[in-house]
T-cell receptor, first 110, second 116 residues
Framework: DQQVKQNSPSLSVQEGRISILNCDYTNSMFDYFLWYKKYPAEGPTFLISISSIKDKNEDGRFTVFLNKSAKHLSLHIVPSQPGDSAVYFCAATNTGKLIFGQGTTLQVKP | DAGVTQSPTHLIKTRGQHVTLRCSPISGHKSVSWYQQVLGQGPQFIFQYYEKEERGRGNFPDRFSARQFPNYSSELNVNALLLGDSALYLC???????????????FGPGTRLTVL
């Protein structure tokens, strides 16, 4: 069973616009959520995280929103840059073991 | 500072063979986790080791085993390889055990295993 789902395999946005990546989860025990970015031939790189006691966390151009009642989180990138083109994974945990979604490939066009 | 390193980068094996993958964590990190990433999927947790002891195991068969050495480096072993074991194997390190949820897991570049 897929406890963490990213239903959009790909997303294409114009440089300078907002990118919104979505993630849904089913396990209400998850209490910590993360986003990782992955370039080809590299391991995932940590981007931003959020605890279940918060509904928003910002770090520069990246903001993560958490809606616990809907079991939904999203990553906003503003403004999007061509260097942001990568695969983005959301992950969730309550034990330290990360449960990842399938990933969304973001393409930012110049 | 060196990040997480993994070796080899690529590996080709045939069905039934055995493989050993290696990981060196970031200096000072005592915990290593292993993940399998099949093409088109997100990474799946295999094992976590902290202070040389297994602290977590994912839903993988007994053909998968691992160990952690006194210098905190780790090996992942897979016996009796199947075609379905073809994947990117990722190692992640953290300073402490996984109970510290907010410790960031830093990933290495992975080992690409192809089973023919």
């Amino acid at each position: 069973d897929q406890q963490v789902k990213q239903n959009s395999p790909s997303l294409s946005v114009q440089e300078g616009r907002i990118s919104i990546l979505n993630c849904d989860y089913t396990n209400s025990m998850f209490d910590y959520f993360l986003w990782y970015k992955k370039y080809p031939a590299e391991g995932p790189t940590f981007l931003i995280s959020i605890s279940s006691i918060k509904d928003k966390n910002e770090d520069g151009r990246f903001t993560v929103f958490l809606n616990k009642s809907a079991k939904h989180l999203s990553l906003h990138i503003v403004p999007s840059q061509p260097g942001d083109s990568a695969v983005y994974f959301c992950a969730a945990t309550n034990t330290g073991k990360l449960i990842f979604g399938q990933g969304t490939t973001l393409q930012v066009k110049p | 500072d060196a990040g997480v390193t993994q070796s080899p980068t690529h590996l080709i094996k045939t069905r039934g063979q055995h493989v050993t993958l290696r990981c060196s964590p970031i200096s000072g990190h005592k915990s290593v986790s292993w993940y399998q990433q099949v093409l088109g999927q997100g990474p799946q947790f295999i094992f976590q080791y902290y202070e040389k002891e297994e602290r977590g195991r994912g839903n993988f068969p007994d053909r998968f085993s691992a160990r952690q050495f006194p210098n905190y480096s780790s090996e992942l072993n897979v016996n009796a390889l199947l075609l379905g074991d073809s994947a990117l194997y990722l190692c992640a390190s953290t300073p402490n055990g996984l109970a510290f949820l907010t410790d960031t897991q830093y990933f290495g570049p992975g080992t690409r295993l192809t089973v023919l």
